[in-house]
């Protein structure tokens, strides 16, 4: 019965250095998104799986930052040569997903990663 | 471009009293509006949905109204407690296609005073 489970807690990396993310949802949600907050804002939308349709990676801000979710379950976020403007909260949520017709599901999020980039 | 607004990044309204956030957008059709409860240092939580064509949806102290003519979502805590203190966030999405998104407007901050 675990919720959304993200690691590590808190990340503190050089700039210019690789990070990887991790995200365990809960178990048998086809949707996973990934979302970043700056201190004192609104979550901003990075990248989404449904099911094994393509990820919508429309909100991923640069070409350094990429995600993948293996077999339908445990995703992983890279952001690649940091910089200082990638320090954030980066939350994970996941949900049973929208079949059309029905309502869709709310999120359930994880208590995120906390990255800094010194 | 799509675009949320959330009233004021911060409101203060004495204990008891009916707290309103508002909650508006541009240049979307959303399917359904979601209501999210954020304190500090955790992750959001789910409160309430609405769909688009429902007027009002209640949860015990909790209200939420949608209009589409309008473009925008009340969200009303009755007789406020400093507990109900957070942040709150709106989320659309039109919920149309599997592969459509959920965004988030950037939040009002609730403070309950005893």
């Known amino acids: 019965g675990a919720g959304v489970s993200q690691s590590p807690s808190n990340k503190v990396t050089e700039k210019g250095k690789d990070v990887e993310l991790r995200c365990d949802p809960i178990s048998g949600h086809t949707a996973l998104y990934w979302y970043r907050q700056s201190l004192g804002q609104g979550l901003e939308f990075l990248i989404y799986f449904q099911g094994n349709s393509a990820p919508d990676k429309s909100g991923l801000p640069s070409d350094r930052f990429s995600a993948e979710r293996t077999g339908g379950s445990v995703s992983t976020l890279t952001i690649q040569r940091t910089q200082q403007e990638d320090s954030a909260v980066y939350l994970c949520?996941?949900?049973?997903?929208?079949?059309?017709?029905?309502?869709?599901?709310?999120?359930?999020f994880g208590n995120g990663t906390r990255l800094t980039v010194t | 471009s799509q675009k949320i607004e959330q009233n004021s990044e911060a409101l203060n309204i004495q204990e008891g009293k009916t707290a309103t956030l508002t909650c508006n957008y541009t240049n979307y059709s959303p399917a359904y509006l979601q209501w999210y409860r954020q304190d500090p240092g955790r992750g959001p939580v789910f409160l309430l949905l609405i769909r688009e064509n429902e007027k009002e949806k209640r949860k015990e102290r909790l209200k939420v109204t949608f209009d589409t003519t309008l473009k925008q979502s009340l969200f009303h805590i009755t007789a406020s407690q400093p507990a109900d203190s957070a942040t709150y966030l709106c989320a659309l999405d039109n919920g149309y296609s599997s592969a459509s998104k959920i965004i988030f407007g950037s939040g009002t901050r609730l403070s309950i005073r005893p």
């Open positions: 949520a996941s949900s049973l997903g929208s079949i059309r017709g029905l309502v869709r599901s709310p999120l359930h």
